[in-house]
């Protein structure tokens, strides 16, 4: 009678990603899971939800979550954030506290460290964007600064543009995750739902191409979705500004603006979802959205009650 294998121990968690606006987490999630998911066009306060990225090795299931950056909060918009960022802290099993490597310590970093209240979970210093630095004692310096935010369980030097230290990164994760289970199918690589990753992709665009205030104070609604002919995707959204001399910037002249979005916003949907895009856009005013209460639940964020 042949022996059953012994049943595989599987290693698993999820790792926060944490630290506030413009230190690299979107950028360094797409190159721990291998490639893009969330927002990631070098500009601060670029992302506005929970993401997920999952990286599955032999042995390993490990669930990176990519929260908004931690920073005082301005509106109504950028508590709903801060909420959505802390609503993760109970469940990390190990945390990244990514900063700048190539500045000092800002308070904005003493703030996000204020807000990561002590926990069990081992939190990891991750000194980011050292690609521009030779090391040398500036580089040790900033880093020694950055250490004393409070304790870490470990430090690491990367850039996640250039790939260097993410091989030493993971080797920390990989030594502090528990035993568990697969909490996502073998396969997955995000848990992100195709309305919001449309909308995100659009935004993305508003971003890249767009100047000053005007990409921060849009949002994208996908109205409707369906594909109509076999193989083409006919999605419907349209893009919210909080004024009308935004609006008219967003349109452009001649619609021009918009044009230009609308077709970089579907190459990269036809590039991430692998089937033709048929991308229709239109542009409204949903005045002082980022301050109003049920226009950000319309809009899907958690608002702060009180």
Same mark, same amino acid.
């Given at each position: 009678?042949?022996?059953?294998?012994?049943?595989?121990?599987?290693?698993?968690?999820?790792?926060?990603?944490?630290?506030? !606006?413009?230190?690299? =987490?979107?950028?360094?999630?797409?190159?721990?899971?291998?490639?893009?998911?969330?927002?990631?066009?070098?500009?601060?306060?670029?992302?506005?939800?929970?993401?997920?990225?999952?990286?599955?090795?032999?042995?390993?299931?490990?669930?990176?979550?990519?929260?908004?950056?931690?920073? !005082?909060?301005?509106?109504?918009?950028?508590?709903?954030?801060?909420?959505?960022?802390?609503?993760?802290?109970? &469940?990390?099993?190990?945390?990244?506290?990514?900063?700048?490597?190539?500045?000092?310590?800002?308070?904005?970093?003493?703030?996000?460290?204020?807000e990561?209240?002590?926990?069990?979970?081992?939190?990891?210093?991750?000194?980011?964007?050292?690609?521009?630095?030779?090391?040398? !004692?500036?580089?040790?310096?900033?880093?020694?600064?950055?250490a004393?935010?409070?304790?870490? &369980?470990?430090?690491?030097?990367?850039?996640?543009?250039?790939?260097?230290?993410?091989?030493a990164?993971?080797?920390?994760?990989?030594?502090?995750?528990?035993?568990?289970p697969?909490?996502?199918?073998?396969g997955?690589?995000?848990?992100? !739902?195709?309305?919001?990753?449309?909308?995100?992709?659009?935004?993305?665009?508003?971003?890249?191409? %767009?100047?000053?205030?005007?990409?921060?104070?849009?949002?994208?609604?996908?109205?409707?979705?369906?594909?109509?002919?076999?193989?083409?995707l006919?999605?419907?959204?349209?893009?919210?500004?909080?004024?009308?001399?935004?609006?008219?910037?967003?349109?452009?002249?001649?619609?021009?603006?918009?044009?230009?979005?609308?077709?970089?916003?579907?190459?990269?949907?036809?590039?991430?979802?692998?089937?033709?895009?048929? %991308?229709?856009?239109?542009?409204?005013?949903?005045?002082?959205?980022?301050?109003?209460?049920?226009a950000? =639940?319309?809009?899907?964020?958690?608002?702060?009650?009180?």
């Open positions: 009678m042949a022996e059953e294998s012994p049943e595989r121990t599987l290693r698993s968690g999820f790792v926060l990603l944490w630290g506030r !606006p413009g230190t690299g =987490k979107s950028t360094l999630l797409g190159r721990l899971v291998g490639e893009p998911i969330a927002i990631a066009c070098g500009k601060p306060r670029t992302s506005r939800h929970r993401i997920v990225g999952v990286r599955e090795e032999d042995g390993f299931q490990m669930i990176f979550v990519d929260v908004p950056g931690i920073a !005082p909060a301005k509106d109504l918009l950028e508590r709903s954030l801060q909420k959505t960022a802390k609503a993760e802290i109970e &469940a990390a099993d190990a945390v990244l506290f990514l900063v700048d490597g190539r500045v000092n310590p800002s308070g904005d970093d003493h703030y996000a460290s204020h990561l209240p002590a926990v069990g979970a081992p939190v990891i210093l991750v000194v980011n964007k050292i690609e521009e630095e030779e090391g040398g !004692p500036d580089l040790d310096a900033r880093v020694a600064d950055y004393a935010l409070r304790p870490f &369980a470990a430090v690491a030097r990367i850039s996640a543009e250039g790939e260097e230290g993410i091989d990164l993971l080797a920390e994760v990989r030594s502090r995750l528990p035993e568990g697969q909490y996502y199918p073998e997955t690589v995000t848990d992100i !739902p195709e309305k919001l990753e449309i909308a995100e992709r659009i935004r993305e665009q508003c971003l890249l191409l %767009l100047d000053k205030e005007v990409p921060h104070s849009c949002v994208v609604m996908v109205r409707s979705l369906a594909e109509r002919v076999e193989g083409l006919h999605v419907t959204a349209t893009i919210h500004v909080e004024k009308p001399s935004q609006k008219a910037i967003v349109v452009g002249k001649g619609g021009e603006m918009v044009k230009r979005i609308g077709t970089a916003a579907r190459k990269s949907l036809e590039a991430i979802l692998g089937k033709r895009v048929y %991308l229709v856009l239109e542009v409204a005013v949903a005045p002082r959205w980022r301050r109003d209460a049920l950000l =639940k319309r809009f899907g964020y958690a608002v702060e009650q009180g």
